[in-house]
């Protein structure tokens, strides 16, 4: 048993690499303690279910399958009296057995019966309770039936007991980790639901802008335009106030064009994340005077989800406004790439750089937002963001979307 222990302890070192659920890893922990702790010739493992307050078998070995589904309640056959009392049970010969579980309640003896069904009388039986923290969770039951092996002794229960606490740290280590996970995974699915109602509210707002704003001031302008046509001509002051009031509609009118496009940039929806951002790099790089080159390599029909599309789009964004604030670069480049497991955004530039982890600890400053605002966007999208930067090098940031992430449509 001695070294028994020492085997599943080695074995389970690395376990969370290779079990993804609670169900594998306890099929795992069964087949193991059966087939290794002699001498055991089947076993289950129970847990625990608050919903419907019966102890469950997770997983059993060398049992019939029916097993699978004989439910106990707390106090119900050895396992149910074991989780009730949270003690070990130790019973040695089949008279002993019979004897004791007369003693429970009436459908422990159905019960066991059932999940027994075709297999020999029980010789002995070690019933071991689950617990962390003095709560428990479950039970471990091993049984042997077989004439040529030896009974199971205190010293067994012992043994077994010492590695049931490690087994108990392991399984609810998991469960753990696998309900993290599952609330990363709701956060993200939340903070998406969130985010693409923003851009539903920015489309809503940006065609407003388009169809009705623009419109009135449209209107404006060409009133103002004639009103000065129609001044005499010694009303000189009038008509100079009136070029200046034309003039800063027309600023207005430019400024709310920018607004709206930058709000929902025109072929987003369309045509596609390339086409909407070769748009806006070329838009960009004219207005800030700053060469910005962009290529998209890889592209072989397929498009991403539209959150995919929205989220990327928006961290290129923040990116090039950072440059732009920030960088003092004299150019700058945007690469997008659809390789066969993932979708990589990069944006780089040539500018003094920064000190990254000096920046995302300083919890009061924009551009620290900004940052964090584009890891999240990137989390959104099952992907991670890589900022690289160094005094006087430049930065590189990079977005990385495994394909599998989310569904893919095509162009």
């Not at 999240?376 to 890589?386: H, K």
């Amino acid at each position: 048993m001695k070294q028994i222990s020492v085997k599943i302890f080695l074995s389970l070192h690395n376990i969370f690499d290779y079990y993804s659920d609670v169900d594998s890893l306890v099929d795992y922990l069964i087949k193991e303690l059966v087939d290794d702790v002699y001498p055991a010739d089947a076993g289950t493992i129970y847990l625990y279910d608050k919903e419907s307050q019966q102890l469950v078998p997770q997983a059993s070995y060398g049992y019939p399958a029916s097993s699978n589904r004989c439910t106990l309640a707390v106090g119900e056959g050895v396992p149910g009296q074991c989780f009730a009392l949270r003690k070990p049970l130790l019973l040695t010969s089949t008279k002993v057995l019979t004897e004791y579980t007369a003693t429970l309640k009436t459908k422990s003896s159905v019960s066991y019966t059932r999940m027994r069904q075709g297999l020999p009388p029980t010789r002995s039986c070690i019933a071991i309770p689950l617990s962390l923290k003095e709560k428990s969770f479950g039970v471990i039951l091993l049984e042997h039936f077989n004439r040529k092996r030896r009974k199971f002794s205190q010293t067994d229960s012992t043994e077994l007991e010492v590695l049931s606490n490690w087994i108990s740290l392991v399984i609810e280590h998991h469960r753990s980790n696998l309900e993290l996970k599952e609330s990363k995974r709701s956060y993200r699915e939340l903070l998406g639901k969130f985010l693409a109602s923003s851009e539903d509210e920015r489309k809503r707002i940006a065609r407003e802008i388009h169809d009705e704003i623009n419109h009135i001031l449209l209107s404006v302008k060409l009133n103002l335009e004639d009103m000065e046509v129609t001044l005499p001509p010694q009303m000189v002051k009038a008509r100079e106030k009136l070029q200046i009031l034309c003039t800063h509609v027309s600023k207005a009118f430019d400024d709310l064009h920018r607004l709206s496009l930058d709000l929902r940039p025109p072929g987003l929806d369309e045509l596609g994340l390339p086409q909407a951002l070769g748009w806006y790099v070329q838009t960009l790089s004219k207005e800030a005077g700053l060469p910005i080159k962009i290529e998209v390599k890889g592209l072989s029909q397929r498009r991403p989800a539209p959150v995919v599309e929205t989220e990327l789009l928006r961290i290129a964004q923040e990116a090039l406004s950072n440059i732009l604030k920030h960088a003092q670069a004299t150019s700058a480049g945007v690469r997008l790439t659809f390789g066969r497991s993932k979708l990589t955004l990069e944006v780089a530039d040539n500018g003094i750089g920064f000190d990254v982890d000096a920046i995302l600890s300083t919890h009061s400053t924009t551009r620290n937002l900004g940052l964090l605002g584009m890891i999240e966007r990137a989390e959104i999208c099952g992907g991670e963001l890589n900022i690289r930067s160094s005094a006087g090098g430049g930065t590189k940031l990079t977005a990385v979307v495994p394909i599998g992430s989310y569904d893919w449509g095509t162009y």
